[in-house]
């Protein structure tokens, strides 16, 4: 995928190489917590007492979702203003996510049955646990974005490219998991 | 790197042969070479006289299955320990081991996966008989055993041979209704409940045990019938097994379950067939 | 100031070792009560109970104080000791060395896992401190009782605490990992393969790969746990639990996830601890015989298959829980395939040792200890492995005996192993090799007078965590056997002062070391300086491949 970036040079190989095994393992490593929670899902789901609610919400955080990830491509593909309008739209896609999902959260917490019913406490665990790596990642993102000198390089466009369409495609799975009949 | 000096001592063969190990202390060697001999002797000797509880039940295959991991792994233990002594205490030869060889490698290994998968054929035939019913006419005796912090109650369905109904919600420790039978469940009247702890079994009937828990996990372990299970709340499991002996054997429970785990202990009481029936109406009344 | 946020590895790989140096006289300690109150259950306990009152009755333990001695001990040793000890310890110091790059990869994101790990020990040690105690339920917290607040004292905040502190732990591992991690595969000086690499950086490679794949399943089950106890939901509490005949609301859960999830952890855990000790092993051998070990690249091959099985066996510690005899099977064919590998490794290294001369320092000394550890409790492992056996051995003394020898027996040697043998690396003295020799000697002798009467214990039927074992008439005539492994268990951890002796006056008053003191060819003993890269030392050219 070629993205329009300045080379930074002050950065060895060795550096940028260390940086991606690093995000690689780090991906892995919260593949596996989701791996985890959607075993206990699918052991969870096969009970009698599990009442999918269907819910307008999921669409909603999926859309900002999906936004952000198409704010990453194009502030990765481009340059000047449309790079900044990218940006922008990952930045507050990404906020907008963070709210909706807290918003969704406080109110199961806060409602009648509490998280007392199987499947509102797996939305909660799971989109719960997604939140903290949304707001771990974007700001991995921000911060690699940032520090490069001069531009951007295409490694830092590439990990950041990376960790946001991974969040993206573990909040389409978490949905799909929640969301989608057996 | 460092090449030893080998040079023959005079004198005594044996002490000669030792002071000529390698390293910065022959005796060193001896010593450590002595303390695993040492180790070696004891811990074989000892475990291979170590006794399992008296067998009581028809799961004698367990005990062989033991024995034969003892003699295999004995093998193994004392080969392993006296090539380290050997090590220790052999003069060494510049021999000709190269740094790889393939074949051995593999020759090793073949061998080791073979005994292995000899262990895991019988671990299997094994475990199906073990957990096989016994094929005969007679109808296995039930038993229902519910663990609780820190007992364990027993009950028999009677003579309908259905165990009543229970419900969480019953449960009356004020009553003695540990289990929440449902008095009112017709299949509940003729359920025989045992005092708490004590259960009652005649010889040479096989016994279906359909093993539960009130609240955290216990495990229902009697050494002397081979059985051991965890009780899980939530979830009803079942095994079987047939007394082979008269007596009285402990019920121990083999999960930490809180700090009466200690003394979560039951009893067991096998008797002859023609008494067992008058056992139980004996201590229900 | 500066210098306690030390972003050089090779301060914080000691911040580590003095760290979990600590615990372990902490851990260790735990270990002595437990085993007090197993030979001698009824005795007058008041002069400990002026330590620690809490724990007390009239002289008399708790027992729910004797559940919090075992989970901790299980807790402390496990984590915040043996990998404490060897990862973040001998990794963080040696990677960067072995592999000729300056640091690691991301020297503040080491220093932080320092931190963090440092902050989690003062969480579970802040834990005994809580007035309804630390957390009861055994280092494996199994739901209902590690879940129910009413199940056992410790369930209470103990058990908060517990899950914080490991949270913060497995935060502390898992960015280690992945420094680990970035460092091994894109750090490497240019030129150095892999294939160069003495058997301890692999040891390191593949215990940050298990750490990364297997921690994240006992993140998911912590956290599910803190929410069936804070947030009402029921991911392992079943319905009609009826705990001291009050019905426990809500359920529908399952008690066995927790399992499946926690195993799915701890078994790689395991191996998490005994990789690092088997590549010390050879790398010892390697060193005190002057010749590479034997079959090198199957030792690396059989490292990477013991730690890709090590996936697969987690159902063995569940084989009488209930689950299917299919499951039950599957798992015994994995659980006993995994000796294979771990036997060609036995094999090459006495293959390794045969007719070659050996320099019997006390780090040799320590590496062949792990060997015959390695043979002894590898062995009571297969039959743990059968499921068959299993059913008699589950939960009783054998398993205890079992552990103890492979694992926590062979970290621990490996700690000894790998302290005397880089102290000088460390800090430029000798440790004294009479001493050592006297520590080492002591300590296996009572090393295995502890634990292997266990295995016999276990045979005649003994269960574990049992506060007083003759409330059954079948295991009072175990009381003398128990005596003898309380006593050699006393012994054992007296013979750790001449450790510690040796340790503190060595730093000071040791002999200086050279530059090489053990005539080695890696690369941390090679280079002079850890700042450039110059060529290797001319030893290493002189060492075959």
Same mark, same amino acid.
Request: with cysteine; net charge neutral; glycine share 8%.
């Given at each position: 995928?070629?993205?329009?970036?300045?080379?930074?040079?002050?950065?060895?190989?060795?550096?940028?190489?260390?940086?991606?095994?690093?995000?690689?393992?780090?991906?892995?490593?919260?593949?596996?917590?989701?791996?985890?929670?959607?075993?206990?899902?699918?052991?969870?789901?096969?009970?009698?007492?599990?009442?999918?609610?269907?819910?307008?919400?999921?669409?909603?955080?999926?859309?900002?979702?999906?936004?952000?990830?198409?704010?990453?491509?194009?502030?990765?593909?481009?340059?000047?203003?449309?790079?900044?309008?990218?940006?922008?739209?990952?930045?507050?896609?990404?906020?907008?996510?963070?709210?909706?999902?807290?918003?969704?959260?406080?109110?199961?917490?806060?409602?009648?049955?509490?998280?007392?019913?199987?499947?509102?406490?797996?939305?909660?665990?799971?989109?719960?646990?997604?939140?903290?790596?949304?707001?771990?990642?974007?700001?991995?993102?921000?911060?690699?974005?940032?520090?490069?000198?001069?531009?951007?390089?295409?490694?830092?466009?590439?990990?950041?490219?990376?960790?946001?369409?991974?969040?993206?495609?573990?909040?389409?799975?978490?949905?799909?998991?929640?969301?989608?009949?057996? | 790197?460092?090449?030893?000096?080998?040079?023959?001592?005079?004198?005594?063969?044996?002490?000669?042969?030792?002071?000529?190990?390698?390293?910065?202390?022959?005796?060193?060697?001896?010593?450590?070479?002595? %303390?695993?001999?040492?180790?070696?002797?004891?811990?074989?000797?000892?475990?291979?006289?170590?006794? %399992?509880?008296?067998?009581?039940?028809?799961?004698?295959?367990?005990?062989?299955?033991?024995?034969?991991?003892?003699?295999?792994?004995?093998?193994v233990?004392?080969g392993?320990?006296?090539?380290?002594?050997?090590?220790?205490?052999?003069?060494?030869?510049?021999? +000709?081991i190269p740094?790889e060889n393939m074949r051995i490698e593999v020759l090793w290994t073949v061998l080791t996966a073979a005994v292995l998968?000899?262990?895991?054929?019988?671990?299997?035939?094994?475990? +199906?008989? %073990?957990?096989?019913?016994?094929?005969?006419?007679?109808?296995?005796?039930?038993?229902?055993?519910?663990?609780?912090?820190?007992?364990?109650?027993?009950?028999?369905?009677?003579?309908?041979?259905?165990?009543?109904?229970?419900?969480?919600?019953?449960?009356?420790?004020?009553?003695?209704?540990?289990?929440?039978?449902?008095? +009112?469940?017709?299949?509940?009247?003729?359920?025989?409940?045992?005092?708490?702890?004590?259960?009652?079994?005649?010889?040479?009937?096989?016994?279906?045990?359909?093993?539960?828990?009130?609240?955290?996990?216990?495990?229902?372990?009697?050494?002397?019938?081979?059985?051991?299970?965890?009780?899980?709340?939530?979830?009803?499991?079942?095994?079987?097994?047939?007394?082979?002996?008269?007596?009285?054997?402990?019920?121990?429970?083999?999960?930490?379950?809180? %700090?009466?785990?200690? +003394?979560?202990?039951?009893?067991?009481?096998?008797?002859?067939?023609?008494?067992?029936?008058?056992?139980?109406?004996?201590?229900?009344? | 100031?500066?210098?306690?946020?030390?972003?050089?590895?090779?301060?914080?790989?000691?911040?580590?070792?003095?760290?979990?140096?600590?615990?372990?006289?902490?851990?260790?300690?735990?270990?002595?009560?437990?085993?007090?109150?197993?030979?001698?259950?009824?005795? @007058?306990?008041?002069?400990?109970?002026?330590?620690? *009152?809490?724990?007390?009755?009239?002289?008399?333990?708790?027992?729910?104080?004797?559940?919090?001695?075992?989970?901790?001990?299980?807790?402390?040793?496990?984590? /915040?000791?043996?990998?404490?000890?060897?990862?973040?310890?001998?990794?963080?110091?040696?990677?960067?060395?072995?592999?000729?790059?300056? @640091?690691?990869?991301?020297?503040?994101?080491?220093?932080?896992?320092?931190?963090?790990?440092?902050?989690?020990?003062?969480?579970?040690?802040?834990?005994?401190?809580?007035?309804?105690?630390?957390?009861?339920?055994?280092?494996?917290?199994?739901?209902?009782?590690?879940?129910?607040?009413?199940?056992?004292?410790?369930?209470?905040? !103990?058990?908060?605490?517990?899950?914080?502190?490991?949270?913060? /732990? #497995?935060?502390?591992?898992?960015? =280690?990992?992945?420094?680990?991690?970035?460092?091994?595969?894109?750090?490497?000086?240019?030129?150095?393969?892999?294939? @160069?690499?003495?058997?301890?950086?692999?040891?390191?490679?593949?215990?940050?790969?298990?750490?990364?794949?297997?921690?994240?399943?006992?993140?998911?089950?912590?956290?599910?746990?803190?929410?069936?106890?804070?947030?009402?939901?029921?991911?392992?509490?079943?319905?009609?639990?009826?705990?001291?005949?009050?019905?426990? $609301?809500?359920?529908?859960?399952?008690?066995?996830?927790?399992?499946?999830?926690?195993?799915?952890?701890?078994?790689?855990?395991?191996?998490?601890?005994?990789?690092?000790?088997?590549?010390?092993?050879?790398?010892?051998?390697?060193?005190?015989?002057?010749?590479?070990?034997f079959g090198?690249?199957s030792?690396?091959?059989a490292?990477?298959?013991?730690?890709?099985?090590?996936?697969?066996?987690?159902?063995?510690?569940?084989?009488?829980?209930?689950?299917?005899?299919?499951?039950?099977?599957?798992?015994?064919?994995?659980?006993?395939?995994?000796?294979v590998p771990?036997g060609i490794?036995v094999f090459n290294?006495i293959a390794?040792?045969w007719?070659?001369?050996?320099?019997?320092?006390?780090?040799?000394?320590?590496?062949? =200890?792990?060997?015959?550890?390695?043979?002894?409790?590898?062995?009571?492992?297969?039959?743990?492995?059968?499921?068959?056996? @299993?059913?008699?051995?589950?939960?009783?003394? /054998?398993?205890?005996?079992?552990?103890? #020898?492979?694992?926590?027996?062979?970290?621990?040697?490996?700690?000894?192993?790998?302290?005397?043998?880089?102290?000088?690396?460390?800090?430029?003295?000798?440790?004294?090799?009479?001493?050592?020799?006297?520590?080492?000697?002591?300590? /296996?002798?009572?090393?295995?007078?502890?634990?292997? *009467?266990?295995?016999?214990?276990?045979?005649?039927?003994?269960?574990?965590?049992?506060?007083?074992?003759?409330?059954?008439?079948?295991?009072?005539?175990?009381?003398?056997?128990?005596?003898?492994?309380?006593?050699?268990?006393?012994?054992?951890?007296?013979?750790?002062?001449?450790?510690?002796?040796?340790?503190?006056?060595?730093?000071? !008053?040791?002999?200086?070391?050279?530059?090489?003191?053990?005539?080695?060819?890696?690369?941390?003993?090679?280079?002079?300086?850890?700042?450039?890269?110059?060529?290797?030392? $001319?030893?290493?050219?002189?060492?075959?491949?």
């Amino acid at each position: 995928m070629r993205t329009v970036a300045l080379a930074s040079p002050s950065r060895s190989q060795a550096e940028v190489s260390a940086l991606r095994v690093a995000v690689v393992a780090a991906l892995s490593a919260t593949m596996m917590l989701f791996a985890s929670l959607a075993s206990a899902l699918l052991v969870r789901r096969a009970f009698e007492d599990w009442r999918p609610a269907a819910a307008a919400w999921p669409w909603i955080l999926l859309g900002f979702g999906l936004a952000a990830s198409a704010g990453m491509e194009i502030a990765g593909r481009s340059l000047g203003s449309l790079r900044v309008a990218g940006f922008a739209i990952l930045g507050l896609s990404s906020g907008l996510y963070l709210a909706g999902a807290l918003f969704v959260l406080g109110s199961l917490v806060s409602g009648p049955y509490g998280l007392s019913r199987p499947h509102d406490a797996f939305i909660a665990l799971l989109l719960g646990v997604h939140v903290l790596h949304a707001i771990l990642g974007t700001a991995f993102a921000a911060r690699v974005l940032r520090a490069a000198s001069g531009g951007s390089s295409e490694t830092d466009f590439a990990l950041a490219r990376l960790v946001t369409h991974f969040l993206t495609a573990l909040l389409v799975f978490i949905l799909a998991l929640l969301f989608l009949p057996r | 790197m460092v090449e030893a000096q080998h040079t023959r001592a005079p004198g005594n063969r044996l002490w000669g042969f030792m002071l000529e190990s390698p390293g910065n202390g022959g005796r060193l060697a001896a010593v450590f070479a002595f %303390l695993t001999l040492v180790f070696v002797v004891w811990s074989g000797y000892a475990i291979a006289t170590s006794v %399992l509880p008296p067998l009581a039940a028809n799961r004698g295959r367990i005990d062989a299955a033991i024995s034969l991991n003892l003699i295999i792994s004995g093998v193994v233990f004392l080969g392993a320990h006296l090539a380290l002594v050997l090590i220790l205490v052999r003069r060494p030869r510049e021999a +000709r081991i190269p740094r790889e060889n393939m074949r051995i490698e593999v020759l090793w290994t073949v061998l080791t996966a073979a005994v292995l998968i000899g262990l895991l054929i019988n671990s299997e035939i094994d475990a +199906r008989a %073990l957990g096989s019913r016994e094929t005969g006419p007679e109808e296995p005796l039930v038993v229902e055993v519910v663990a609780q912090q820190f007992a364990w109650n027993f009950r028999f369905p009677g003579e309908d041979g259905i165990l009543g109904r229970t419900d969480p919600k019953l449960v009356d420790q004020a009553e003695l209704n540990f289990i929440g039978l449902d008095k +009112r469940d017709p299949a509940a009247e003729d359920d025989i409940v045992m005092p708490q702890s004590l259960l009652i079994l005649p010889e040479g009937r096989e016994v279906v045990i359909r093993l539960r828990s009130m609240d955290v996990i216990h495990s229902f372990f009697v050494a002397s019938f081979r059985v051991k299970r965890d009780a899980m709340p939530g979830l009803a499991t079942e095994f079987s097994f047939t007394p082979t002996a008269t007596g009285m054997f402990e019920i121990a429970c083999a999960e930490h379950c809180g %700090l009466g785990h200690y +003394r979560m202990r039951g009893a067991v009481e096998v008797v002859p067939r023609g008494e067992w029936l008058a056992k139980i109406k004996e201590v229900t009344e | 100031m500066s210098r306690i946020f030390s972003l050089d590895h090779r301060v914080i790989g000691l911040q580590y070792l003095f760290t979990a140096m600590a615990m372990a006289i902490v851990g260790g300690l735990l270990a002595l009560l437990i085993r007090i109150q197993i030979a001698w259950p009824d005795h @007058d306990y008041s002069w400990i109970a002026v330590v620690l *009152p809490a724990g007390f009755d009239s002289g008399i333990m708790k027992p729910e104080f004797y559940a919090a001695l075992f989970t901790m001990h299980g807790t402390i040793m496990i984590f /915040f000791v043996l990998s404490a000890a060897l990862i973040g310890g001998f990794g963080n110091y040696l990677i960067p060395l072995q592999v000729g790059a300056r @640091d690691m990869a991301f020297p503040r994101l080491n220093a932080l896992s320092y931190w963090i790990y440092a902050l989690s020990s003062v969480v579970i040690l802040a834990s005994f401190y809580v007035p309804s105690g630390p957390a009861a339920s055994g280092w494996t917290a199994y739901p209902p009782l590690s879940a129910l607040k009413a199940a056992i004292p410790g369930s209470n905040l !103990g058990q908060d605490l517990w899950l914080v502190a490991m949270a913060l /732990f #497995i935060v502390s591992f898992t960015l =280690g990992g992945l420094n680990f991690l970035a460092t091994i595969l894109a750090m490497r000086r240019p030129g150095l393969s892999m294939l @160069d690499l003495p058997l301890f950086s692999w040891s390191m490679l593949f215990v940050a790969i298990l750490g990364l794949l297997a921690f994240p399943s006992l993140t998911a089950a912590a956290i599910m746990l803190l929410f069936d106890r804070h947030a009402g939901t029921s991911f392992f509490l079943p319905a009609g639990v009826v705990l001291s005949g009050d019905l426990i $609301p809500g359920g529908g859960g399952s008690p066995i996830l927790w399992q499946h999830l926690f195993w799915f952890l701890g078994h790689p855990e395991v191996y998490i601890l005994m990789l690092p000790s088997l590549g010390i092993t050879s790398d010892m051998f390697t060193v005190f015989t002057g010749r590479r070990v034997f079959g090198y690249k199957s030792m690396v091959v059989a490292m990477a298959l013991i730690s890709g099985m090590s996936f697969l066996v987690w159902g063995h510690h569940m084989f009488v829980s209930g689950m299917s005899p299919f499951l039950g099977s599957a798992f015994a064919v994995t659980t006993t395939l995994i000796a294979v590998p771990s036997g060609i490794k036995v094999f090459n290294w006495i293959a390794s040792l045969w007719n070659r001369p050996l320099r019997l320092t006390t780090p040799m000394l320590w590496a062949l =200890g792990i060997f015959s550890l390695f043979v002894t409790g590898g062995l009571s492992g297969i039959w743990l492995g059968q499921t068959q056996v @299993d059913i008699q051995l589950h939960d009783t003394a /054998f398993v205890v005996a079992h552990f103890h #020898i492979i694992m926590a027996g062979a970290a621990l040697f490996g700690v000894f192993a790998g302290v005397h043998y880089w102290f000088p690396l460390f800090f430029g003295r000798m440790m004294s090799e009479r001493l050592g020799i006297a520590h080492f000697l002591a300590t /296996f002798v009572f090393y295995y007078a502890t634990f292997f *009467p266990m295995h016999m214990a276990g045979l005649e039927g003994q269960i574990r965590r049992v506060y007083d074992p003759y409330q059954y008439e079948y295991l009072k005539p175990l009381a003398a056997m128990n005596g003898f492994i309380t006593w050699a268990a006393i012994a054992l951890a007296v013979s750790q002062l001449l450790f510690f002796w040796n340790f503190f006056t060595s730093l000071r !008053g040791g002999s200086p070391a050279g530059v090489n003191p053990w005539s080695a060819a890696s690369l941390e003993w090679t280079e002079s300086e850890s700042e450039g890269s110059p060529e290797p030392g $001319p030893l290493s050219a002189a060492v075959e491949r």
